[in-house]
DNA sequence: GTCTATACCGTGATAGAC
DNA sequence: GTCTATCACGGTATAGAC
């Protein structure tokens, strides 16, 4: 049904386009001249397809927030013991990170500059409290340690995750070093770097 | 020899107004009206301490970078084994963090668009193949884990230390909460967030 | 669907009075 | 040391031709 190659714009396409550069030059560095550049139109065409920057910006962080959310409705993450949820969790957070990575890269990043922003930003603290207290119940349930506080220990997790997209670049290896990737954080993140004894 | 009170600035006192605004706004998202504005003083006056806004940019992040490279001159991180120094420099990490919250939370959201940002970015590379470096030691050594890479590893334990940056607010306990902090993050990191069994 | 031309405003920075 | 006034430029966005 979608036209595997097209050579002109769909808004989706386009925005492919305007996240990279967004996330190369962040969203305040990016002009709609350098937009237009790395599109290969000029400044006034992008606007038949979308109504200005922050549109762009809003789609972005709104597929980011949906491939999050989405987790958080996957059986793995509503059935079992709250650890066996929060490692599942935890480790599909990792998957979407690279499933979607410039879309989650720009929401990591936004700052509250303006009305979207700050929407995308609210909409994350619901999430991290929705795995906060995945943590929390698992504490109570006696398996994860006590001596760290949840609120701390989530921002912790989602601190070492969320860093990925700070560095991780595909390598043509698809899901292999997607799974490689999860299996080092979760490990990381549950048991540590020190040799257990 | 310092005043404690002043009622004019200093190129330093302007920098530390100047640096809160870069964090809340963003950098490319701050102009000078808004540092003029948080200052109480003209944008024009701002020009009389410092030449422009990329030298307070390079102000800040230079002082965050000084604050990091020092823990690894400290005598915790030169001797003994590799994984008592990295346990140190990652425990020093966190309090330089707080420390020097304000320009150590700059330099970590530098994106490479100017000149100085990009000398930012090298010399932070330059910090983490260091503590890789390190880390990959530890390891030889036997007491870190060998199932994750050594690159892979640091990355992924200074995701969960800088993520600090993102929501550490200091709270008036002074020390006590730094050090509280820097427990977590050395409990985690180094022995995860399960219960050893 | 894309273009050129343009409106209009905010930007970083400077000149020179006080 | 701070101000007002001003500059040249680049920003987002629109109008209208093709």
Redesign the pocket.
């Known amino acids: 049904m979608t036209m595997p190659k097209r050579?002109?714009?769909?808004p989706d396409s386009l925005l492919a386009v305007a996240v990279e550069v967004f996330n190369e030059r962040g969203y305040d560095g990016?002009?709609?001249?350098?937009l237009?550049q790395a599109a290969?139109?000029?400044?006034?065409?992008i606007?038949?397809?979308v109504?200005?920057?922050?549109e762009l910006l809003h789609r972005a962080v709104g597929r980011a927030l949906e491939g999050l959310f989405g987790i958080l409705d996957e059986s793995g993450a509503t059935t079992g013991r709250a650890v066996d949820r929060l490692e599942y969790v935890t480790r599909r957070t990792a998957d979407v990170l690279v499933e979607e990575l410039p879309y989650v890269t720009l929401l990591l990043r936004v700052r509250g500059n303006t009305g979207t922003e700050r929407w995308a930003m609210e909409r994350r603290r619901e999430f991290d409290q929705r795995v906060a207290a995945l943590l929390k119940a698992a504490v109570a349930e006696g398996d994860l340690r006590a001596d760290v506080e949840p609120r701390l220990a989530t921002r912790l997790l989602f601190g070492m995750i969320n860093s990925v997209v700070e560095w991780y670049r595909p390598d043509g290896r698809g899901t292999a070093q997607a799974e490689q990737l999860a299996d080092a954080v979760v490990r990381l993140a549950f048991d540590g770097l020190r040799i257990q004894r």
Chains 1, 2 share one sequence.
Do not use: L, N, Q, V
């Open positions: 050579d002109t714009y769909t990016t002009s709609m001249e350098h237009s290969g139109i000029s400044k006034s065409s606007y038949h397809h109504r200005g920057k922050e």
